[in-house]
């Protein structure tokens, strides 16, 4: 989509892929998972941030600067390297999801992936009294998502329908764990592991 430092492929940590692997055979035949993100450069976290701040800053500009804070960190963390608070996607353990049929096309989950509004919470339709069939047939996708990710020992963020955790410091907050097992990770590569052997 044009982000600087954004890489084409999907990383996770393997726990973290073994887990998917786990929820995708837990789906009913002809449905399947899309890994829309996994890993993110730092720049990138910053990248999104900044920009979603700015959107809300220009759209709301009589928010105070706790409130738009507020209002960014629903949909976007703090860009953080913090070994004990790194932003979710740094640590290979955040991973962004939605459900395919059977040809790999995105089935209908009420709004878009990032779609930063209120209707992306995970229970927005679990709210509403009464729900056209299209909205009943996007809450049925957000349930069957979030159980086979739930039953794989993911957490959800509840702002974002398509964000999972597993082994970060948002899975052990929402689960209730002791301590993440992830914390900030760079991609293993002949740079960084020259830096690693010299430094």
Same mark, same amino acid.
């Given at each position: ?11 996770? +940590? &393997?726990? %973290? ?10 789906? =009913?035949?002809?449905? /399947?998972?899309? *890994? ?31 409130a738009?804070?507020?209002?960014? +960190? &629903?949909? %976007? ?7 004990l608070?790194?932003? =979710?996607?740094?640590? /290979?353990?955040? *991973? ?27 229970d ?13 047939k ?16 993911f ?22 764990h ?8 760079e ?13």
């Amino acid at each position: 989509m044009g982000i600087p430092g954004a890489v084409q492929e999907c990383f996770v +940590r &393997e726990g %973290v892929y073994r887990a998917l692997l786990a929820a995708a055979r837990s789906l =009913p035949d002809g449905i /399947g998972i899309i *890994v829309l993100d996994g890993w993110r450069p730092w720049q990138v976290q910053q990248y999104l941030f900044d920009t979603l701040h700015e959107a809300i800053r220009h759209h709301q500009p009589d928010l105070s600067t706790t409130a738009l804070l507020e209002r960014t +960190r &629903e949909f %976007v963390s703090v860009p953080s390297r913090d070994p004990l608070a790194p932003s =979710p996607h740094l640590t /290979g353990g955040a *991973v962004d999801v939605t459900l395919c049929d059977a040809d790999g096309l995105p089935l209908d989950m009420g709004t878009l992936f990032d779609e930063a509004v209120p209707a992306s919470h995970s229970d927005y339709f679990e709210h509403l009294k009464a729900l056209t069939p299209q909205q009943q047939k996007a809450r049925d996708h957000r349930r069957l998502l979030y159980h086979s990710m739930r039953q794989q020992g993911f957490t959800n963020l509840p702002s974002e329908w398509w964000h999972y955790d597993f082994g970060d410091q948002l899975w052990a907050y929402y689960g209730a764990h002791d301590h993440a097992y992830y914390g900030p990770a760079e991609l293993d590569t002949i740079e960084n592991r020259w830096r690693k052997q010299l430094g």
